[in-house]
């Protein structure tokens, strides 16, 4: 069992950076790949980037690369989302989650724990 906290969102502006933390309890969370996802109300969730159990792998949707980048520290059980020039249309709720899964990590049904949430706001 894995439970999962995200924190680090705020309220910033436009360019701004920020960085995301998702802490882990449990024994075994370097054994899980991590993902980062967002949704805004009334929009479907969106996959953001996603790190191996290891760090040595990680992966971006096209909209954020380049902008975030994923890292993971597994002696503190914790995996950081670092967002660069942030615009508006980055506002929403960012959601980190766990899988044992090492394939289709870009697909929510492959993680099996996530996180509450943290809200990012963007203004412009």
């Known amino acids: 069992q894995v439970q999962l906290v995200e924190s680090g969102g705020a309220l910033v502006q436009a360019g701004d950076s920020l960085r995301l933390s998702c802490a882990a309890s449990?024994?075994?969370?370097?054994?899980?790949?991590v993902g980062w996802f967002r949704q805004d109300p009334g929009k479907e969730r969106e996959f953001l980037a996603a790190?191996?159990?290891?760090?040595?792998?990680?992966y971006y949707a096209h909209s954020v690369k380049g902008r975030f980048t994923i890292s993971r520290d597994n002696a503190k059980n914790t995996v950081f989302l670092q967002m660069n020039s942030l615009r508006p249309e980055d506002t929403a709720v960012y959601y980190c989650?766990?899988?044992?899964?090492?394939?289709?990590?870009?697909?929510?049904?492959?993680?099996?724990?996530w996180g509450q949430g943290t809200q990012v706001t963007v203004s412009s």
């Open positions: 989650a766990a899988t044992m899964s090492g394939s289709y990590l870009d697909e929510q049904y492959e993680y099996d724990y």
């Open positions: 449990g024994r075994t969370f370097s054994m899980y790949a």
């Open positions: 790190i191996s159990w290891s760090g040595a792998t990680t």
